[in-house]
């Protein structure tokens, strides 16, 4: 099965990368950025809605 990776932003230091929806936690779960620490919600860290789509899709939410 093929895996789509999703864009990651962060808002807190701008850094931008690509993670496999598989090693993510839930949306609604905190999040951690691993470039400034910053711990927020994991959705906010998906860059557009079809990031968080893909997101959602993937935890059945
Ligand atoms: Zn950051």
Redesign the pocket.
Known sequence: MQQAWIQLQ?S??D?GWEANPAQLPEPKRDFT?K??G?TRRMAEFAQTQTDLRILKEFHGA
Do not use: M, N, V
């Open positions: 962060c807190a230091c850094e950025c470039h400034c910053t």
